[in-house]
């Protein structure tokens, strides 16, 4: 059974930087893709970062340059670095897995599992 379990999400003012965890249990495909989502309230959920089993990485346009996924598989861990944070960063952020049938991807529906959600806060 896959459980991915994020952490590290809190309240940051503008300019300021988190790193969001996720661990990830039971997640054994030899090619994969993680993600990081999130969902404002009243938006629909959006791609933020990927990464996929070669180390490949993918970038929404508001990411780049601010944000960085990386992993570390002998941690069976998933990290997204949030640096120059903007209130507009507010959203519960999600982290999520999938099988790597489509390659790397910020598409949700691409991903099969997903963890419960971590909220970030940014105030002006």
């Known amino acids: 059974q896959v459980q991915l379990v994020e952490s590290g999400g809190g309240s940051v003012q503008a300019g300021g930087s988190l790193r969001l965890s996720c661990v990830a249990s039971g997640f054994t495909y030899l090619r994969y893709c993680l993600g990081w989502f999130r969902q404002a309230p009243g938006k629909e959920r959006e791609g933020v970062a990927a990464?996929?089993?070669?180390?490949?990485?993918s970038y929404a346009d508001s990411a780049k340059g601010r944000f960085s996924i990386s992993k570390d598989n002998a941690k069976n861990t998933l990290y997204l670095q949030m640096n120059s944070l903007k209130p507009e960063d507010t959203a519960i952020y999600y982290c999520a897995g999938g099988m790597g049938w489509a390659g790397l991807t910020l598409v949700s529906y691409e991903y099969n599992y997903w963890g419960q959600g971590t909220q970030v806060t940014v105030s002006s």
């Open positions: 990464i996929d089993s070669d180390g490949s990485t």
